[in-house]
């Protein structure tokens, strides 16, 4: 229908008021945001209705239209088809050894209909030149996707890691940087680094540069992780290890242990929650319903060993694309 005959229809259904059934009256979970469509009686398909005790307390038309979320996840407006990825993102680890060579990864993913993938482009101040190079690079946006360097880092050493991993980012037609940080930043005095780190990187980026961090999904259980100041200085994104199969606690726990611990610490950045599939045994279905929960920049950890054809086989049947 387009946002415009969206908008047509939602006006002329505003000017019915009283013509037919409040669509509210039929919330299957309750008070919430809802897709016309998810509704009974259903109310316009492509509009937002926020309803609230029965009722409709306000409807907005959804431009690209409206996106229904699995039950107990609020349904939104989808965003602009241009700001997001084609499809759901994957990590790469090491082309050759973890993964098969980069040219068969691109021709594969590209087949799948992932969007982005992350690779893997050093370690502190280890540069993995031979893993992550403008070639390979090349190999992925010649296939219309997006290409993330991910680089673990630990504490120390801040303006040299820095000046390394900006290097690592600043080559043509990498999107931006995600910092892999986990346990060694759970330290007296990190706080300080992250800031240091981050900063510093910034300052030597390329405009229009990304740059986000990944580290424990399951919050709560670690405060003293330097969440606030990775959110506040490398904030682009915020890529939560969200791996549920591993946790055995559920899909939507595990990503509201994700969603609900950066509210509460009053964290900003995007989240693009990323679940594993190497633990747990977890079904396409299962993987499926978290790409529907955790939306278009989620992401799978991560391509399988050559050999694995079991977990290829798996890939080759989860929902990747995003339009």
Known sequence: MGWLGARREWQRGAGEAGAGPDPCAGAPLGDGTYCGSSLDPPGHANVLYECQAGATTASTPCEFGCAAKPPGTPDECAPDPASIPRGKGVWIWKFGTSAPPPAEVAAKADSLGVGFVLIKSGEDLSAYESNFNAQIVAEFTSRDMWVFAWNYVRPGNVPAKAAKIAQQTNIAGVKGMVLDVEIEWESTGAEQDAIDLCQAIRSQLEPDKMLGFSSFGWIDYHLGFPYAEFDAHCGDMH???????????????????????????????PIWAAQDFYEGDPTVEELNYFFALAGPFSNLWRWPNPGHTDLLEKMEQLDWPNY
């Open 239 to 269: 890529l939560p290890q969200t791996y549920w199969d591993a946790w055995s606690i559920g899909r939507e726990q595990a990503y509201l242990k994700a969603v609900e611990g950066a509210k509460k610490l009053g964290l900003s950045a």
